[in-house]
Nanobody, 117 residues
Framework: QVQLVESGGGLVQAGGSLRLSCAASGRSISSYTMGWFRQAPGKEREFVATIIWTSRSTSYADSVKGRFTISRDNAKNTVYLQMNSLKPEDTAVYYC??????????WGQGTQVTVSS
């Protein structure tokens, strides 16, 4: 059974940085596309970034492009999200996900990121 556990969230001032980690167990992430999503209070969950299994292609939401970087360490079975120049509107619960055959089927429990102005 796949388990994804996020960590690294917290409270940071605007302009600051955080690095989120997503540790996977039960399956190697090396052959899977991994993604980060977020959900702010009162809003729907939204896409943040993805990285395909070869690590040669990444994609980002326009709102985070140039500020966030997704990466993966297949040896550690871990995916990261480096978040720089954080803004109050980045405040949300951030979720890690693994893409199955047709969609993101496996999700972590989320980690809270709060950016104060």
């Amino acid at each position: 059974q796949v388990q994804l556990v996020e960590s690294g969230g917290g409270l940071v001032q605007a302009g600051g940085s955080l690095r989120l980690s997503c540790a996977a167990s039960g399956r190697s992430i090396s052959s899977y596309t991994m993604g980060w999503f977020r959900q702010a209070p009162g809003k729907e969950r939204e896409f943040v970034a993805t990285i395909i299994w070869t690590s040669r292609s990444t994609s980002y939401a326009d709102s985070v492009k140039g500020r966030f970087t997704i990466s993966r360490d297949n040896a550690k079975n871990t995916v990261y999200l480096q978040m720089n120049s954080l803004k109050p509107e980045d405040t949300a619960v951030y979720y890690c996900a693994m893409r199955g055959s047709s969609d993101f089927n496996y999700w972590g429990q989320g980690t809270q990121v709060t950016v104060s102005s």
